[in-house]
Every structure is written in structure tokens, then in C-alpha cells.
């Protein structure tokens, strides 16, 4: 569902964000009309091309990826500066390209860290950047396979910084994460029933060791790579 056709109730909610948001960062009520005008309002240092935001995300699979990672950030965008205001492109439900304050308030209580790999050189930035949007309409990735040409949030990241020559975070297997609490085996199964590389496979175990065995990078994991620093943060 897009903005424009959220109900009036939810509208109100958005603006109010918005304006906490302002607030927050010392604006008052001196805020512009628009949403495209708070780009420029939102009192943050410079930013940089490439830079890596993180929030907690109100997708359906967010409260299991918290369980799952014993972290609130559940989901990342990497930071496009243009002339109209600094912008977000993220592997959402596709690969799309957002104002920052549009994806802000996609996130719980409009709460964000806002995190720099400094030794990144302004060529490898717009590299980034480009490679970024070349993957514009690219399907996200259900599966959390590393494998594929659909990305999911922190895949889309890792891989695009290790185009780069840059490592961030550290590969995992699904097996290390918890997997105890009970939305995370129930989204488990659900995809489960549906990755392609249990097809065929007649024994629900033998699927369930394959994927346990499956590397992932989690937002939590380049969120505290000690190679990052916090440009800014607000609410986490």
C-alpha cells in the first residue's frame, strides 16, 4: 500500500511522526508543507553518498528477525545524496530508490542509526550507487539466499560494499541464529515449503538441515561492524 492511498488515520500518524522527527532534531515547528521539503530539514551532519541506515521495519517478518537476531534494527538502505535531498535505496518488496524521510517513517517511531565506512573513496561511493540502481525492480529475496539474483536488505549492501573490495559484517548460518521463539519457526516453515533448494526433497528434515547450513549477513551485523561509524542516530 502506498502513502497515497493510506486512510486518514494513518495519514494523521505519518504527519505526526514527521513532526516528531523535527522536534527532535531542534526544528520546531518551523517545519515545510512537504515531505520532500523535510529532506533538507531534518538537522543531520552531512551525509554521503554510500552511507548505511538502519531501522526497525513494520514488515511482517520483522518481529521474527528480531527474535531471530536479538537486535531491533531489522532492516537497512544505503544513503543516494541528490541535488532535490539525501535519498534511501533499499531491497524492499523490490529494489527501490525513496526520500530519506519516506523511508523514516517506514520504520517504528521514526527511530534510525545512520552508519559510514570512513575509508570509502568517493569513486567507490558512486559506484555504489550506480550499481545500486542498476538493480532498480529486482524482486526481494524471501528466501535469504546468498545465491540468487533477488537481494534482500543487508544482502543487497554486503554484496554491493564487496563489489568494492569492502568485507562488512560477518556471514553467518541460519543455524547460528535463534530460532527457538515461535514467529521465527513459523516463518521458517513457511518458507521452507517453498525454497527451491528443498524441492524434491521428500524428508521435511533433510530440508530443514539445508537451509540451517544456509550463510546470511544480517542488518544486525554490518550495523556493528567496528569498521563502521555512527554519523547520526535518533530513537535507538
Not at 520532500?36 to 538537522?43: C, H, P, Q, S, V
Not at 568485507?167 to 517453498?194: D, F, I, M, T, W
Not at 530440508?207 to 550463510?215: I, S
Not at 544486525?220 to 554519523?231: A, C, G, Y
Amino acid at each position: 500500500m502506498t502513502d497515497e492511498n493510506c486512510e486518514p488515520d494513518r495519514r494523521r500518524a505519518l504527519t505526526g511522526v514527521l513532526g516528531g522527527l523535527a522536534v527532535g532534531f531542534g526544528l520546531g515547528s518551523g517545519m515545510g508543507s512537504t515531505a520532500a521539503r523535510a529532506d533538507g530539514l531534518l538537522g543531520l551532519p552531512p551525509l554521503q553518498n554510500g552511507d548505511l541506515i538502519f531501522h526497525s521495519s513494520r514488515s511482517f517478518q520483522s518481529a521474527a528477525i528480531m527474535q531471530a537476531t536479538g537486535s531491533p534494527i531489522t532492516h537497512m538502505g544505503i544513503i543516494n545524496k541528490t541535488r532535490f535531498g539525501p535519498r534511501v535505496i533499499e531491497a524492499h518488496a523490490v529494489v527501490r530508490d525513496l526520500a530519506l524521510t519516506h523511508w523514516i517513517l517506514h520504520g517504528r517511531g521514526g527511530a534510525f542509526i545512520i552508519r559510514r565506512y570512513p575509508g570509502l573513496q568517493p569513486q567507490q561511493a558512486k559506484r555504489i550507487v550506480k550499481e545500486a540502481h542498476a538493480m532498480e525492480g529486482r524482486p526481494y529475496d524471501l528466501m535469504f539466499d546468498l545465491d540468487n539474483q533477488r537481494p534482500y536488505c543487508s544482502e543487497f549492501a554486503f554484496k554491493l560494499y564487496a563489489n568494492q573490495g569492502i568485507r562488512l559484517g560477518r556471514l553467518q548460518k541460519l543455524g547460528e541464529l535463534n530460532l527457538s521463539h515461535p514467529a521465527v519457526q513459523k516463518l521458517l516453515k513457511r518458507r521452507a515449503k517453498r525454497h527451491p533448494k528443498c524441492a524434491g526433497l521428500n524428508d521435511a528434515r533433510a530440508c530443514e538441515r539445508l537451509l540451517l547450513d544456509q550463510p546470511l549477513i544480517t542488518p544486525r551485523s554490518i550495523l556493528e561492524d567496528p569498521q563502521l561509524v555512527t554519523v547520526a542516530r535518533r530513537g535507538i
